[in-house]
Every structure is written in C-alpha cells, then in structure tokens.
C-alpha cells in the first residue's frame, strides 16, 4: 500500500510542480505547521488563522479520512461503499493497528502539504503563507516515535517506517519543508478536558498519562531540543511557542494577542 500510494504522489500531474514553478512560489508563499497536543485547540486556532487574513491559506488536519478508510468501492448489487475507521481501530487495539495507522495518516499528512497551491496564494504579491494542522514531522517524531517507545509498533515496523518517511521527505524536499512552526502549549491536565468536553468518539479511552506522554514528546521536540531529527532544515526552523492554557476561542482580547504574536512571527521568517 505504501508503495503504491508513493508512486501515485511522485506521478501524479495534478500534485507536479516544474522546478521553475516550484521557485517562482516558494519565493513568497512560506510554509508553516500548527503543532500541540491531542486537544489543546489546534483546531479552533486554525480555523483563527482563517478567518484573520486572506492571504493566510489553513489546511485542516485529515482526521475524516482516518475515519472512513474505503475497503471497496460501491457497485451494483451494494451502493454504499464499506469503509473502516481506521482512527477508532488504532485506538481499540493499538499494537494490531499502530503502524497501519501512522502509515496511513502519515500519507494522508503528506497529500495535505503537496496540495495545489489556490489562487489566492498565487496572486498575492506578499506575505502569502499556508499553514498545516500538524505535519508529516509531528506524525514521525511525536505520534510514531510515541508508539515506537510504547511497543505498539515493533522495530522492525519502526525501521521499515523510518525508513520510507526518510525517502518521500528527500524526494519531495522543498515542497514539504516548513519555515515554521507554531507550538501551542498547554498542560496535559487542560488537554484532557477539552477531549472530554468534545468527546470525539474514538477518543474515549485515552487517559491523563498518554496525554502526558505526547507532551514530553513535543516538548523534547521544539523546546528542549532533544529529539533526534533526520532532516538538516528541520534542525532549524524556528519555533513560535504560544501559550494555550487560556481559553480563546470566545475571548476576543486573547484572540488578538495570539494573532499579533503570529503576524510578528510570520514576518520574521
């Protein structure tokens, strides 16, 4: 499956960009991901994001298709095509159906971050930037490597990932790397209950401490600087850490704040 989807992403016309279109967008149109815990309001922030500035171009996190994985396509004898949810599958028995999953929404992040860029990018003459809820790095060093250390994906599984994540970030290069990277931080504690206040149904059974565990890991990642990263530019694209204790989605006065902190930081890279 891996392999298959690779080639249909390095062939495919509609996702191919010459090198001289490639360099006449990334002069002027940066790249960058929203990062945080299961949660902490990555969602309610990009949708923010959206609706403070035109030229600012939101690409939502793929979870509908972790949802709804097509099994077989409809025909005439069954018109509804049977679909799995591969999310809840994951979550249910995660040592069956860890590595399936980071592979699949590892693609489904990739395809997100190789979409065509819209018009309204194209024709802006500054300050153009797309922004991704999360990202093929986070899918790689916080929620794989996650899985990796809790057993749920085995080393060889680990080593077979690693190792195609390694190959599609070399050969896509420019098109999936990012000029920064929004941080939101909040505790374990809050993150847990925005989950429950959501209650998204295959998130039922996650508890406090995997919770804890996916904050280590971002924290070694974009704060502490511990992590072991395999991509040199990925080694220095900087951080915006910004502080998601507070809720902001219905106070005016933070919502500012935040959008300040990230028109200063944008204008910096």
């Given at each position: 499956?891996?392999?298959?989807?690779?080639?249909?992403?390095?062939?495919?016309?509609?996702?191919?960009?010459?090198?001289?279109?490639?360099?006449?967008?990334?002069?002027?149109?940066?790249?960058?991901?929203?990062?945080?815990?299961?949660?902490?309001?990555?969602?309610?922030?990009?949708?923010?994001?959206?609706?403070?500035?035109?030229?600012?171009?939101?690409?939502?996190?793929?979870?509908?298709?972790?949802?709804?994985?097509?099994?077989?396509?409809?025909?005439?004898?069954?018109?509804?095509?049977?679909?799995?949810?591969?999310?809840?599958?994951?979550?249910?028995?995660?040592?069956?159906?860890?590595?399936?999953?980071?592979?699949?929404?590892c693609m489904s992040r990739l395809r997100t971050q190789l979409q065509p860029l819209p018009d309204t990018l194209l024709?802006?003459?500054?300050?153009?930037?797309?922004?991704?809820?999360?990202?093929?790095?986070?899918?790689?060093?916080?929620?794989?490597?996650?899985?990796?250390?809790?057993?749920?994906?085995?080393?060889?599984?680990?080593?077979?990932?690693?190792?195609?994540?390694?190959?599609?970030?070399?050969?896509?290069?420019?098109?999936?790397?990012?000029?920064?990277?929004?941080?939101?931080?909040?505790?374990?504690?809050?993150?847990?209950?925005?989950?429950?206040?959501?209650?998204?149904?295959?998130?039922?059974?996650?508890?406090?401490?995997?919770?804890?565990?996916?904050?280590?890991?971002?924290?070694?990642?974009?704060?502490?600087?511990?992590?072991?990263?395999?991509?040199?530019?990925?080694?220095?694209?900087?951080?915006?850490?910004?502080?998601?204790?507070?809720?902001?989605?219905?106070?005016?006065?933070?919502?500012?704040?935040?959008?300040?902190?990230?028109?200063?930081?944008?204008?910096?890279?």
């Open positions: 499956m891996i392999i298959k989807t690779a080639k249909r992403l390095l062939s495919s016309s509609a996702l191919f960009c010459s090198p001289r279109n490639l360099m006449s967008t990334n002069n002027y149109i940066k790249r960058v991901s929203i990062e945080g815990n299961i949660a902490v309001g990555k969602s309610t922030f990009a949708r923010l994001l959206q609706n403070a500035c035109p030229d600012w171009d939101v690409i939502a996190e793929p979870v509908s298709k972790w949802q709804n994985v097509d099994q077989t396509p409809p025909t005439a004898s069954s018109p509804q095509p049977c679909t799995s949810n591969l999310l809840e599958m994951m979550y249910r028995d995660p040592k069956r159906w860890s590595y399936t999953f980071q592979s699949f929404s024709r802006s003459r500054g300050g153009a930037v797309r922004v991704y809820e999360r990202s093929v790095y986070s899918d790689r060093y916080i929620f794989a490597l996650n899985m990796f250390a809790l057993g749920c994906i085995n080393s060889t599984e680990w080593a077979v990932y690693q190792d195609w994540h390694s190959f599609l970030i070399e050969q896509f290069g420019h098109r999936v790397q990012l000029e920064g990277i929004i941080y939101l931080r909040a505790s374990p504690q809050m993150c847990l209950e925005r989950l429950n206040r959501r209650a998204r149904v295959e998130e039922q059974e996650i508890e406090l401490d995997y919770l804890e565990k996916l904050h280590t890991r971002h924290e070694d990642w974009l704060i502490n600087k511990t992590t072991t990263l395999h991509f040199e530019q990925l080694m220095k694209v900087p951080v915006l850490v910004l502080d998601a204790e507070v809720a902001f989605e219905q106070n005016p006065e933070v919502q500012d704040c935040l959008l300040s902190k990230v028109r200063d930081f944008l204008s910096q890279l």
